[in-house]
Each structure stands twice: as structure tokens, then as C-alpha cells.
């Protein structure tokens, strides 16, 4: 049974920073794409970052290039995202999602994804 636990989240003022970690279990970790999505009330679920399990390949949504930042710990079977400076525009549910093939040279919709986590929240004030 595959599962994602994200944890991580919480409330920071803009300019501030937190570190989102999904910890994966079940899965064949090291042919995947791993990827962090985001999700407004209102909005579409937002790509933010991916990462190729096998070789370490990044991809950025232009909203986070420079700011956020994805890696893995492949023993640990774990991945990160380090966010900084942070605005309220970034505020959203944050969840970790993966398929079971290898990333592409882009991120790909959400619905490519078939495991996703529970989610956890990110709130920025001014």
C-alpha cells in the first residue's frame, strides 16, 4: 500500500520560510516522480516542484524559481521542500504527490499522480 505523509506545514509571517517533508512508503522509490502541489480554496491544484527519484532532475513552477527548493534523502526515501522568502500569495494547502514512471521534461497536471498525501497547510501573513 503505497502512502505519503507530509508533515512540515504550519503559520509564518512573509519573507519567512518552512521545510515540507513527505516521507514515502510502499512504492518502488527509485523510478518515480515525486512531486509538490499546491491548492488555494478557490483555485486549481498548482504544480510547484518535482523530482526525478532516480537521478535527481528538478523541474520549478515559475512562481517558486529562485525561492523553493526540492531534494530528496533516497535511504530515507523522503522529499523536501525548503520554501523562503515567502509571501502570502504562497499560502495553500501543500500536498505531495508520485506516479509510478519517471518524471518528463515538465510538471506534469495533477492528474498524472495516482498517490497523494493527506496534505498539510502553509499560511503566510503580511
Known amino acids: 500500500q503505497v502512502q505519503l505523509v507530509e508533515s512540515g506545514g504550519g503559520s509564518v509571517q512573509a519573507g519567512g520560510s518552512l521545510r515540507l517533508s513527505c516521507a514515502a512508503s510502499g512504492f518502488r522509490y527509485n523510478s518515480n516522480c515525486v512531486g509538490w502541489f499546491r491548492q488555494a480554496p478557490g483555485k486549481e491544484r498548482e504544480g510547484v516542484a518535482i523530482?526525478?527519484?532516480?537521478?535527481?532532475?528538478?523541474i520549478y513552477a515559475d512562481s517558486v524559481k529562485g525561492r523553493f527548493t526540492i531534494s530528496q534523502d533516497n535511504a530515507k526515501k523522503t522529499v523536501y521542500l525548503q520554501t523562503s522568502s515567502l509571501t502570502p500569495e504562497d499560502t495553500a494547502m501543500y500536498y505531495c504527490?508520485?506516479?509510478?514512471?519517471?518524471?518528463?521534461?515538465?510538471?506534469?497536471?495533477?492528474?498524472?499522480?495516482?498517490?497523494w498525501g493527506q496534505g498539510t497547510q502553509v499560511t503566510v501573513s503580511s
Open positions: 504527490a508520485a506516479r509510478d514512471f519517471r518524471c518528463g521534461g515538465r510538471i506534469p497536471p495533477a492528474s498524472d499522480f495516482s498517490h
Open positions: 523530482i526525478s527519484t532516480f537521478g535527481g532532475h528538478t
